[in-house]
């Protein structure tokens, strides 16, 4: 694993400078999708030279539906639980071949990285193999039919925790997922929107630097699994980090350090109201989901460097 | 002057095999009786005498995950496992075959928890016969070394593409020496071309890899991955008969016939009891008891049209494995009655089952199969586990 010390500030990317040329395209994505959105952008700052890996799950399935591939670069489905160390395999393949001048990048939602996947990830980064790792996280598994992962937030009705008089939806809370990819010691690790698809492209080209093993958690909404008009996928995914339920942060030189520190947050009750999955919950539930978000804040402000 | 001849155990000849291939890429989680043909690599690529990258995977799924991701881009791979290590790989089995990626495994053969057993059959490999992989068995350590090269031939030649695993009994020749040749290096690379092939990623000609298929065109995938199976099969032979000339060596391909001609009786089976059986089958024409013995090297693609040649005039055939498929007969068994019943030739047929966890098949136990044979011992009864240790209501 390289010290972050060696990464070079890279030359920024824009909308106004971001190539025109599209590697993601003629997929059979929902309207509206989030995830579609956080590989297509990763794409065009990893460019042409991507050798591109993708578990079982929404991607795999909308992209590569024999004969019409819709891909324009490298891509493979991988296993469900397997694409970390698959991404690996090409990574380290290509290292031996000598080949020069790629990127090796695995995608994987949420589901697939925080759950089936997590041990080949775990497994990816203490190898400190070459390749970047970027997490679609839309809150549950949606190729499927919208069931219960590791990441679907408290109180989240899914087709495996359905609400009812008994039950809120999910009781869980949220795994951590970016603190515990960071407790690896990676080089560099990240958390994203495509809310603010600013920070996610710095973050994909900073990534894109490391010689080894990084690691971007974007989250990516999903109209069809929550509930959501397709036009507003953008802004859900905004509002997310401005009510605090989600948040802005990198780990480098084994430093958290936060993106976006809000004075005020936008209210919690007027971001899930507008979702469907989240239209059953009740003002317990609310203090529920505050308490958590405001410990959360808490310990961030605490304990990491804030913008 | 350099050694050619080293007295070692079968997981070394498992590994200076894998190494005289040439593997760009090795990725393999531990697991008993394999540990010591990982452990060995290991030291040759530490030492720099192979020049392939190891993988430390944190388990099998990821091993197989790993060499289909390094075969993709076009690098040639090794992985080894063995009982639950390859049982946990059984996705990947299946994934690897049909995406086309020819790896080459070795497996150490080892029973399957539970109950818990270190010690050696055949129900892990067997049972994953249908996972698409061309499946060898050897009988000892020089055999493992040159089917490993002989594997990368085979698998890789774009006929075939499909990944092969070589399996060794676990033990009885993982962990026993003998005196093996090393081949020489320059004459492997002679033997054992690059690997080349067209299925892979490439910065001219991008492919997106690994797709789905539909109701509509499935099938024929399938068809094309079994269709590659078949094509193998002279192949097979081609290849051990090249290895002869350049080695001096020669494993009969599919299967070995030893002294089956004219034979009344036959017992097939396959892996290290094969050495034993040889024994006895010597031991029984001297006393002038016209038997012989049915080696399986290839479980898939089967040698149906070998078996029936071989047992074609034979009055009784017993198939021996260190395997049963519960509820039923050994798989060993199934497919040789399989072919045998597809000839006219309808001779008396047993399925001797036994040796399960590693216990001893003796010399006395497969002259006792013998004389089953000839006594044509319970006709109606096909499965006859040997050495059983318990009360039966049979």
Redesign the interface.
């Known amino acids: 694993m390289n010290s972050p010390d060696t990464i070079l500030a890279p030359k920024r990317i824009t909308a106004k400078n971001m190539t025109e040329k599209e590697f993601f395209y003629g997929h059979k994505a929902c309207a509206g999708c989030g995830g579609s959105v956080a590989v297509r952008l990763a794409l065009k700052v990893t460019g042409e030279r991507t050798l591109a890996a993708f578990p079982a799950g929404c991607m795999a399935a909308v992209g590569f539906i024999y004969p019409q591939m819709a891909f324009q670069n490298n891509a493979i489905i991988t296993t469900f639980p397997g694409v970390a160390s698959m991404a690996s395999g090409i990574s380290v393949g290509a290292k031996a071949l000598g080949l020069k001048d790629y990127k090796t990048v695995a995608f994987a939602g949420d589901g697939g990285t925080a759950d089936i996947g997590l041990q080949a990830l775990s497994g990816m980064i203490d190898r400190g193999d070459d390749l970047m790792y970027i997490c679609y996280d839309n809150e549950a598994y949606m190729n499927t039919g919208i069931q219960k992962s590791g990441l679907t937030p408290y109180g989240t009705q899914t087709t495996t925790t359905p609400a009812g008089k008994n039950l809120p939806g999910t009781k869980t809370h949220k795994k951590n997922l970016f603190e515990i990819i960071a407790a690896h010691d990676i080089a560099y690790a990240a958390t994203a929107s495509i809310g603010y698809p600013q920070d996610y492209i710095n973050k994909v080209n900073k990534a894109k630097q490391i010689k080894g093993p990084s690691f971007i958690h974007v989250y990516a909404s999903c109209p069809t699994g929550w509930g959501t008009p397709t036009n507003t996928t953008i802004e859900i995914a905004k509002e997310v980090v401005d009510t605090g339920l989600f948040f802005l942060a990198e780990y480098e030189n084994g430093e958290f350090k936060l993106n976006k520190n809000p004075k005020e947050f936008k209210s919690i009750k007027n971001h899930l109201s507008k979702q469907g999955r989240f239209k059953h919950l009740t003002d317990n539930d609310y203090d529920i989901i505050t308490k958590q978000r405001d410990m959360k804040w808490e310990r961030m402000r605490k304990f990491w460097t804030l913008p | 002057m350099k050694k050619n001849k080293l007295f070692i155990s079968g997981d070394e000849a498992i590994a200076i095999g894998a190494k005289l291939a040439r593997p760009?890429?090795i990725?393999a989680y531990t697991i008993t009786p394999q540990t010591i043909a990982v452990e060995r690599l290991s030291d040759m690529v530490e030492s720099g005498e192979l020049k392939?990258?190891y993988?430390?995977?944190?388990?099998e799924?990821?091993?197989?995950?790993?060499?289909?991701?390094?075969?993709?881009?076009?690098?040639r791979?090794f992985t080894a496992s063995s009982s639950q290590g390859l049982l946990y790989m059984a996705?990947?089995l299946h994934?690897c075959s049909g995406g086309r990626y020819p790896v080459v495994m070795m497996n150490a053969n080892r029973s399957v928890a539970l109950p818990w057993s270190i010690y050696g059959d055949q129900r892990d490999s067997l049972g994953l016969l249908d996972s698409g992989w061309i499946q060898v068995y050897v009988e000892d350590a020089q055999e493992a070394l040159d089917m490993m090269i002989q594997a990368y031939k085979i698998a890789e030649n774009p006929k075939v593409l499909t990944p092969m695993m070589v399996n060794i009994d676990g033990f009885i020749l993982t962990h026993t020496y003998e005196m093996v040749n090393i081949p020489e290096q320059e004459k492997v690379d002679a033997f054992l071309p690059p690997f080349e092939t067209v299925n892979k990623?490439?910065?001219e000609n991008?492919?997106?890899?690994?797709?789905?298929?539909?109701p509509i065109?499935n099938t024929e995938f399938k068809y094309q991955q079994d269709r590659a199976m078949f094509d193998a099969i002279p192949l097979i032979k081609e290849t051990d008969e090249e290895w002869a000339k350049t080695f001096g060596r020669r494993y009969h391909g599919m299967v070995e016939n030893y002294k089956c001609d004219n034979a009344d009786y036959i017992i097939v089976t396959l892996g290290s009891v094969c050495g034993t059986t040889r024994i006895i089958v010597d031991e029984l024409r001297e006393q002038g008891l016209k038997v012989g013995m049915l080696k399986i090297r290839y479980m898939r693609p089967f040698p149906e049209k070998e078996i029936q040649e071989i047992t074609a005039n034979a009055k009784a055939i017993g198939v021996l494995e260190k395997n049963i498929s519960f509820g039923y007969e050994g798989t060993v068994f199934t497919n040789v009655n399989s072919s045998i019943s597809k000839t006219k030739a309808r001779p008396f047929m047993k399925n001797f089952v036994g040796g399960f966890g590693g216990r001893d098949i003796t010399k006395q136990e497969i002259r006792q199969m013998f004389a089953t044979l000839k006594e044509q011992t319970e006709p109606s009864k096909t499965v006859e586990y040997f050495n059983l240790n318990v009360a039966t209501d049979e």
């Open positions: 760009h890429v990725a392939a990258e993988m430390h995977v944190e388990s799924h990821s091993a197989i995950s790993a060499c289909m991701g390094a075969s993709a881009i076009g690098a791979t996705e990947g994934y990623m490439s910065f991008p492919k997106n890899m690994g797709f789905s298929s539909q065109d």
